[in-house]
């Protein structure tokens, strides 16, 4: 059974702080998917990475794909409030027959 | 582009019945899975179907079961309710397996009492 492990499950920060989450497997994935999930909605894709040492940067937000594709890190620059929610790790199987998520990161930012 | 639709959003059912929640996919997607997620967790893998076939099972029992239509639409099967079962059941769609990413539904909630 493949698994991700996602660290920290909880953060709870000041606004303008910068912060890193983590998503580390035993396992290879064809792709490590990113999402966000508001409440009472599904979790919306931020970003995909593929290529094992890929970086994407979306704004703020900078995701990081292992060299050996087994593990992924997302880091959020001077934080604001509009960026609290639920964070998600998500793999995709090397058969490409699932989506595996971590447990979630939940980020709050006050003001 | 319509996205992934789910009906019911909300639904009480009694330990032992059965329930049949629905997905419609979104356009151009032949690839759906379904997910249940507890308050605060991570969705949990269920199934999913490419091309109408189940082709990904996750670690649920067999009460657990699906379908996916010509049109690419899909329903979960849920038999013998347990109170455990409670929680959010997320449909995703996607193309090519879903290897870039997928596109949710916004989940039905299912109470069972």
């Known amino acids: 059974t493949q698994l991700l492990e996602q660290s920290p499950q909880f953060l709870s920060i000041q606004e303008g702080e910068n912060l890193t989450v983590y998503c580390n497997s035993s396992?290879?994935?064809?792709?490590l998917q990113w999402y966000r999930q508001e409440p009472g909605e599904g979790p919306v894709l931020l970003v995909t990475?593929?290529?094992?040492?890929e970086v994407k940067k979306l704004k703020r937000l900078t995701f990081q794909f292992g060299d050996a594709r087994k593990d992924s890190s997302l880091h959020i620059t001077a934080a604001q409030p509009g960026d609290t929610g639920l964070y998600l790790c998500?793999?995709?199987?090397?058969?490409?027959?699932?989506?595996?998520f971590g447990k979630g990161t939940t980020l709050s930012v006050s003001s | 582009e319509t996205g992934v639709t789910q009906s019911p959003t909300h639904l009480i059912k009694t330990r032992g019945q059965q329930v049949t929640l629905r997905c419609s996919s979104q356009?151009?997607?032949?690839?759906v899975s379904w997910y249940q997620q507890a308050l605060g967790q991570g969705p949990q893998f269920i199934f999913q179907?490419?091309?109408?076939?189940?082709?990904g099972r996750g670690n649920f029992p067999p009460r657990f079961s699906g379908l996916q239509f010509p049109n690419y639409s899909s329903e979960l099967n849920v038999n013998a309710l347990e109170l455990d079962d409670s929680a959010l059941y997320l449909c995703?769609?996607?193309?090519?397996?879903?290897?870039?990413?997928?596109?949710f539904g916004s989940g039905t909630r299912l109470t069972v009492v």
């Open positions: 995703a769609s996607s193309n090519q397996q879903g290897l870039y990413g997928y596109t």
């Open positions: 396992s290879v994935f064809s792709s």
């Open positions: 990475v593929v290529t094992g040492g």
């Open positions: 998500a793999g995709v199987n090397q058969a490409g027959t699932a989506l595996i």
């Open positions: 356009s151009g997607h032949n690839t």
């Open positions: 179907y490419y091309r109408e076939e189940e082709n």
